[in-house]
């Protein structure tokens, strides 16, 4: 296809792209609407492809044996194993990391051991996490804000048991659960606009002017009047979202059902909540009495406390000898963002609209309590980890003012220890998304906290209501002090052994690339 008909035809697409699918074959595995469902487990291949040259969009395709699927969502029951290749078509190295998943460091795809251009790997990993949204994404150093941002995000919705208690107490309509990724992109005349950052956009992170919703722009999804499910995954290079919902100019609330890890013990009625790159929630909304609803992005204070870093782009050592995945070169005109095509950090966004069809359904009541998901303590072996996150005019944002190394295990971990971890964030900063690889943690205590956060910060000892959830990213906000609590213990269905390395690191891409992470080990 040509450079015009291509864009024209994904965009068309976008508006449309939203009729919910019948329920695939796997049982047990919940209706989701919002794109093409597979069960993971009759995934045989995942195809990284690069589907225009000329900018440099990519897609995942899971291939099942009789059937192509591009941009998949993959449906998975707690306890299933995942067989399968993954084939690396792009003219980069790759890696395909579950973000969330327990893994051992083999599996866990973090980027040690990247595929190369026409190379493969075999995956053998089995699903141990609770019913949650996870996904999948390119973690090859260097190369993951560019591969993220052409479009490889996946998403995965595990289920148990408790997921479909809950299903079945709201009963949902097929059409009213929804997974959903989130993205920004830069759109001019039409186009999206090849990855090309600047100075700047190397300091706060690539940001655009539209939002892709699993890939569409503009998208909208018809939805049944009665309870909705939406489990909503921020998969933006950078941007942090302040969601919330509207009717025409009327707040809609909504009830915290979950949050990276799966489901809360308890919902939470807000209406408003922070979700930063890699964090996901699981919301209800009770559209009986709407016709139309508007999921947008709020105005807020973004706290961009740190002055602007390296004006001069330092080529990525691990770039030098593979392409751009666009024809525009990455270290290009590497100068001022252009007018119109980013819409600054912390202002308003149109994310997606729900358009409410047909009768209403019955009222049903929702549950007073979701999981068995108990309340956070703090162990015994406190203090375990004292992480400082810092800025620097020479290297930008670092943790422990060191720059990434891929060799380097910054600390060791005892394997079946429960650690409390301590991570401060510089006064001279900004909000960054720290993920933790490999294991899910706890958040026990925020200090610190001043502007747009401190406000919503409702629970005990200054948290957020995300933070009563399983988490597996937390964002830290400048000046703040959070300690979380994480158990390095073995699954108990664990099929490796001995030494597992894993990644600590900003989930803001730009600043992943550009070396805010570290390694550690697992003894
Ligand atoms: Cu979602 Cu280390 O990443
Ligand atoms: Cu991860
Ligand atoms: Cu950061």
Same mark, same amino acid.
């Given at each position: 296809? *040509?450079?015009?008909?291509?864009?024209?035809?994904?965009?068309?697409?976008?508006?449309?792209?939203?009729?919910?699918?019948?329920?695939? +074959?796997?049982?047990?595995?919940?209706?989701?609407?919002?794109?093409?469902?597979?069960?993971?487990?009759?995934?045989?291949?995942?195809?990284?492809?690069?589907?225009?040259?000329?900018?440099?969009?990519?897609?995942?395709?899971?291939?099942?044996?009789?059937?192509?699927?591009?941009?998949?969502?993959?449906?998975?029951?707690?306890?299933?194993?995942?067989?399968?290749?993954?084939?690396?078509?792009?003219?980069?190295?790759?890696?395909?990391?579950?973000?969330?998943? %327990?893994?051992?460091?083999?599996?866990?795809?973090?980027?040690?051991?990247?595929?190369?251009?026409?190379?493969? *790997?075999?995956?053998?990993?089995?699903?141990?996490?609770?019913?949650?949204?996870?996904?999948?994404?390119?973690?090859?150093?260097?190369?993951?804000?560019?591969?993220?941002?052409?479009?490889?995000?996946?998403?995965?919705?595990?289920?148990?048991?408790?997921?479909?208690?809950?299903?079945?107490?709201?009963?949902?309509?097929?059409?009213?659960?929804?997974?959903?990724?989130?993205?920004?992109?830069?759109?001019?005349?039409?186009?999206?606009?090849?990855?090309?950052?600047?100075?700047?956009?190397?300091?706060?992170?690539?940001?655009?002017?539209?939002?892709?919703?699993?890939?569409?722009?503009?998208?909208?999804?018809?939805?049944?009047?009665?309870?909705?499910?939406?489990?909503?995954?921020?998969?933006?290079?950078?941007?942090?979202?302040?969601?919330?919902?509207?009717?025409? +100019?009327?707040?809609?609330?909504?009830?915290?059902?979950?949050?990276?890890?799966?489901?809360?013990?308890?919902?939470?009625?807000?209406?408003?909540?922070?979700?930063?790159?890699?964090?996901?929630?699981?919301?209800?909304?009770?559209?009986?009495?709407?016709?139309?609803?508007?999921?947008?992005?709020?105005?807020?204070?973004?706290?961009?406390?740190?002055?602007?870093?390296?004006?001069?782009?330092?080529?990525?050592?691990?770039?030098?000898?593979?392409?751009?995945?666009?024809?525009?070169?990455?270290?290009?005109?590497?100068?001022?963002?252009?007018?119109?095509?980013?819409?600054?950090?912390?202002?308003?966004?149109?994310?997606?609209?729900?358009?409410?069809?047909?009768?209403?359904?019955?009222?049903? %009541?929702?549950?007073?309590?979701?999981?068995?998901?108990?309340?956070?303590?703090?162990?015994?072996?406190?203090? $375990?980890?004292?992480?400082?996150?810092?800025?620097?005019?020479?290297?930008?944002?670092?943790?422990?003012?060191?720059?990434?190394?891929?060799?380097?295990?910054?600390?060791?971990?005892?394997?079946?220890?429960?650690?409390?971890?301590?991570?401060?964030?510089?006064?001279?900063?900004?909000?960054?998304?720290?993920?933790?690889?490999?294991?899910?943690?706890?958040?026990?205590?925020?200090?610190?906290?001043?502007?747009?956060?401190?406000?919503?910060?409702?629970?005990? $000892?200054?948290?957020?209501?995300?933070?009563?959830?399983?988490?597996?990213?937390?964002?830290?906000?400048?000046?703040?002090?959070?300690?979380?609590?994480?158990?390095?213990?073995?699954?108990?269905?664990?099929?490796?052994?001995?030494?597992?390395?894993?990644?600590?690191?900003?989930?803001?891409?730009?600043?992943? +690339?550009?070396?805010?992470?570290?390694?550690?080990?697992?003894?």
């Amino acid at each position: 296809m *040509k450079r015009r008909g291509f864009l024209a035809a994904s965009i068309a697409a976008a508006g449309a792209a939203c009729v919910p699918l019948p329920r695939p +074959d796997g049982a047990g595995l919940p209706a989701i609407a919002g794109g093409r469902t597979v069960p993971l487990s009759a995934v045989r291949r995942i195809v990284v492809e690069r589907g225009d040259p000329v900018l440099g969009r990519c897609q995942y395709v899971a291939d099942t044996g009789t059937v192509r699927i591009a941009r998949p969502i993959l449906l998975a029951q707690r306890g299933d194993r995942f067989d399968a290749t993954i084939e690396n078509q792009l003219p980069q190295p790759t890696t395909v990391h579950f973000h969330g998943f %327990t893994l051992s460091e083999a599996q866990d795809g973090a980027g040690f051991d990247p595929i190369p251009p026409g190379g493969s *790997k075999t995956l053998a990993l089995r699903v141990r996490n609770r019913g949650g949204l996870y996904w999948f994404h390119p973690h090859p150093h260097g190369f993951t804000a560019e591969q993220v941002h052409a479009g490889l995000a996946g998403l995965i919705v595990v289920a148990d048991e408790e997921d479909a208690a809950l299903d079945r107490a709201l009963a949902l309509a097929p059409a009213n659960r929804l997974a959903l990724s989130i993205s920004d992109v830069r759109v001019a005349n039409g186009v999206v606009r090849p990855y090309a950052p600047s100075a700047e956009d190397c300091h706060t992170g690539w940001l655009g002017n539209r939002v892709m919703v699993n890939g569409a722009l503009g998208a909208r999804y018809p939805v049944a009047p009665g309870w909705l499910r939406l489990q909503l995954l921020n998969a933006c290079n950078a941007r942090g979202l302040l969601l919330a919902f509207r009717a025409g +100019d009327l707040p809609v609330p909504f009830f915290l059902l979950g949050t990276d890890g799966g489901l809360l013990s308890a919902p939470q009625p807000l209406d408003r909540v922070f979700l930063h790159p890699a964090e996901r929630v699981d919301l209800a909304i009770d559209a009986r009495t709407h016709r139309r609803i508007e999921a947008i992005s709020l105005e807020y204070d973004p706290r961009l406390h740190a002055p602007p870093g390296p004006m001069t782009m330092r080529p990525h050592p691990a770039r030098a000898r593979f392409p751009t995945l666009a024809a525009e070169n990455i270290c290009g005109p590497a100068g001022a963002r252009r007018a119109g095509e980013v819409v600054p950090e912390g202002e308003r966004l149109e994310l997606f609209s729900l358009v409410v069809e047909g009768e209403p359904l019955p009222p049903r %009541t929702l549950p007073q309590r979701l999981s068995s998901l108990a309340e956070a303590t703090a162990p015994l072996d406190a203090g $375990a980890q004292r992480i400082r996150l810092d800025f620097s005019e020479q290297h930008g944002f670092l943790i422990d003012n060191r720059p990434y190394a891929l060799e380097e295990i910054a600390f060791g971990v005892e394997r079946g220890a429960r650690e409390v971890w301590e991570i401060r964030n510089s006064p001279i900063s900004m909000p960054h998304p720290m993920h933790l690889h490999g294991f899910g943690f706890r958040v026990l205590r925020r200090q610190g906290t001043f502007g747009p956060a401190r406000a919503l910060a409702t629970e005990s $000892a200054g948290r957020l209501a995300t933070d009563l959830g399983l988490k597996d990213t937390v964002t830290i906000w400048p000046n703040e002090t959070i300690w979380l609590a994480a158990d390095f213990a073995l699954p108990e269905d664990a099929d490796f052994r001995g030494r597992q390395r894993y990644m600590f690191h900003c989930h803001n891409l730009e600043h992943e +690339d550009g070396m805010m992470m570290r390694n550690f080990a697992v003894l």
